[in-house]
């Protein structure tokens, strides 16, 4: 069993036009169809991959993403599994009065297995506020999990969640931002000591992030796999796999960002890279109802 933890999937390409996030690149000469929810199902066909949970992202051209994978829900039923973007950095309610009810409203329309929450240059401190408890009260309830974008210096605000909601999942996108550019010991550390907590994954995805911007290209990123054995020491196989297609086409194929683990990562031993390449979303998933 493969299941693709963190991929997105786009009407329209978000970066067809300049943005802050990705800055340099062209726009692509077919942007209905360069990040569809189809370009995604041919990738895990193609790769052998059996589920994918798409991290909804309602970013540029895309403010109809939460509904747009939810009809790609229903009709590639049993492949595909959504985290609704909810509250993120770029929304206008971001860390606002009412969010447990926005969740609430989220739930009851949509068929999700979690939300996805992206952080920004704050310290998280919200998510443990009155507001943020609220929140994950909820989420905890509805048997969601959760899927946090953010950076090393997040992790203490993510562990008093982790550490208040014990049986809610919390999976930590691209290795939880450590670079290798501007990583160091205390970056590390900051992540690292969240590894106490059972219910904190690390997502082992995100390569060109972690490389860094300047060598995004430099299969198989030999020089940033460090940062992975470091995280593999301390979590074991507390991690989950993900290809973060379809963003991943700036650096590498699929294929690549699936063998990266399967035949780079030597480090890991041979039963806990099946349980980070689906094994323990595949539980994390039935342990929360969301599947059979």
Known sequence: ??????????????YQNTNSHEPNQL????PETWGNVE?????????NVDKATIVSAQIWHNQDNNEYISKSVKKYKD????????????????????????????????????????LGDDDGSWLYS???????????????????????KHQKSIRKIAEIFPNLPILCHHMSGM?????????INDVL??????????????Y?????????????????????????????SNMVWGSDFPVVKFSSTYKQALEVINKYCDFISDDDKKLILGKNLEKLLKERGKID
């Not at 000591?193 to 994954?201: L, R, T």
């Open 27 to 30: 726009p692509v000469p077919n």
């Open 193 to 206: 000591e969240s590894s106490k907590y059972d219910n904190i994954f690390l997502k082992f995805s995100g």
């Open 39 to 47: 370009q995604l199902i041919y990738e895990m066909n193609n790769n």
């Open 179 to 187: 670079n290798n550019s501007n990583t160091n010991l205390n970056n």
């Open 79 to 118: 492949r595909i599994y959504q985290f609704a973007d909810f509250d993120s950095n770029w929304s206008e309610t971001y860390h606002s009065e009412g969010s447990s009810d926005r969740l609430e409203k989220i739930i009851e329309k949509l068929d999700i297995i979690g939300f996805t929450h992206y």
């Open 130 to 152: 009155e507001e943020g408890i609220k929140l994950f009260k909820i989420a905890d309830k509805h048997g969601l999990i959760a899927s946090i974008a953010g950076a090393p």
């Open 208 to 236: 060109n992030y972690v490389i860094g911007a300047d060598r995004r290209w430099d299969f198989p990123y030999s020089d940033a796999l460090w940062i992975y054995k470091e995280a593999y020491q301390k979590f074991g």
């Open 1 to 14: 069993m493969i299941i693709d933890s963190h991929c997105h999937a786009w009407s329209y390409w978000p």
